[in-house]
């Protein structure tokens, strides 16, 4: 059974940080490109961060550039998202995502789906 737990969100003050972390089983990992997702109230599914687990290629929206940090410790099967300097604008259910081999910044191109965590970051 293919399962993505998410873990590692909570309630921080704006400049803070929190770590992610995605833990896999079920398939084999490195064959996998693993990606994080968060949607806010009202708004859409967007996506934040993703590394191709075999390689370590990764992508990063604009939006968390010099900010956020996605790693892969493939001995673990898990994916971390380390967020600092957090903003109010970063509030969201923060959801991690696979698909075969390679990255992508569509959530719709994401075969299985985590639970999701939440992140709040108050001003």
């Known amino acids: 059974e293919v399962q993505l737990v998410e873990s590692g969100g909570g309630l921080v003050q704006a400049g803070g940080s929190l770590r992610l972390s995605c833990a896999a089983s079920g398939f084999t990992f490195y064959h996998y490109a693993i990606g994080w997702f968060r949607q806010a109230p009202g708004k859409e599914r967007e996506g934040v961060s993703c590394i191709r687990t075999n390689i370590g290629t990764t992508y990063y929206a604009d939006s968390v550039k010099g900010r956020f940090t996605i790693s892969s410790d493939n001995a673990k099967n898990t994916v971390y998202l380390q967020m600092n300097s957090l903003k109010p604008e970063d509030t969201a259910v923060y959801y991690c995502?696979?698909?075969?081999?390679?990255?992508?910044?569509?959530?719709?191109?994401?075969?299985?789906w985590g639970q999701g965590t939440q992140v709040t970051v108050s001003s």
């Open positions: 995502a696979a698909r075969r081999w390679y990255i992508s910044e569509d959530w719709w191109e994401y075969h299985y």
